[in-house]
């Protein structure tokens, strides 16, 4: 019941175009949804979360989308650019509890 | 402030060996926790230590340990090693009070052959 389904497991675009990488939950216990961004040989890096209570949230050009009663979330790129070429986690937590991370999507933005 | 720390970066063992990897974590972080990337598994969850007790643990056998000192620097220490530990090994700390919001470190890249 902790797991955390993610896809796909790769894509590619071109440089301006819209990413779009899906996440999919089970346990309703869980209350904070962050995405990492990992490039090679770097740790991930926290690049946006959101909490149930708010359907979208928007920093630059990362969007998160949320929607409770389907248990899923979905981060979205626009305007890709070759820069955010990478590895991209999902993950969940429930208050008091571990992060668990879905399985990785990884980015490559062609120029 | 400096980021987490690991050392060492990259480390190279052979089956049955045991092993010792270091994390330090951001000045004024109390929280530490320690997961495995492989390619095939993801990232999985290990440990996390606050206060220099374990809080959570994930579904690694025992050989896999782990502690943390009173300056929030933590060990994890894997016995007997297999394979199958040959894995990139991460340590975040995290200094809020709801542990989140997690910072990590550049890993520590483990070889067992």
Not at chain 1, 9 to 15: E, G, H, T
Not at chain 2, 36 to 48: A, I
Not at chain 2, 71 to 81: D, F, I, K, P, Q
Request: net charge positive; hydrophobic share 30%.
């Amino acid at each position: 019941q902790q797991q955390v389904k993610q896809s796909p497991q790769s894509l590619i675009v071109q440089k301006g175009g819209i990413s779009i990488i899906n996440c999919a939950y089970e346990n309703t216990a869980f209350d904070y949804f962050p995405w990492y961004q990992q490039f090679p040989g770097k740790g991930p890096a926290l690049l946006i979360a959101i909490r149930p209570d708010v359907s979208e949230k928007k920093e630059g050009r990362f969007t998160i989308s949320f929607n409770k009663s389907a248990k899923q979330f979905s981060l979205h790129i626009m305007d890709s650019q070759p820069g955010d070429s990478a590895t991209y986690f999902c993950a969940a937590k429930a208050a008091g509890n571990k992060l668990t991370f879905g399985g990785g999507t990884r980015v490559l933005v062609k120029p | 402030k400096a980021g987490v720390t690991q050392t060492p970066r990259y480390l190279i063992k052979t089956r049955g060996q045991q092993v010792t990897l270091s994390c330090s974590p951001i000045s004024g972080h109390r929280s530490v926790s320690w997961y495995q990337q492989t390619p095939g598994q993801g990232l999985q969850f290990l440990f996390e230590y606050f206060s220099e007790t374990q809080r959570n643990k994930g579904n690694f056998p025992g050989r896999f340990s782990g502690r943390q000192f009173s300056n929030s620097r933590s060990e994890m220490n894997v016995s007997t090693l297999e394979l199958g530990d040959s894995a990139l090994y991460l340590c975040a700390s995290s200094g809020d009070s709801t542990q989140e919001t997690q910072y990590f470190g550049p890993g520590t890249r483990l070889l067992v052959l």
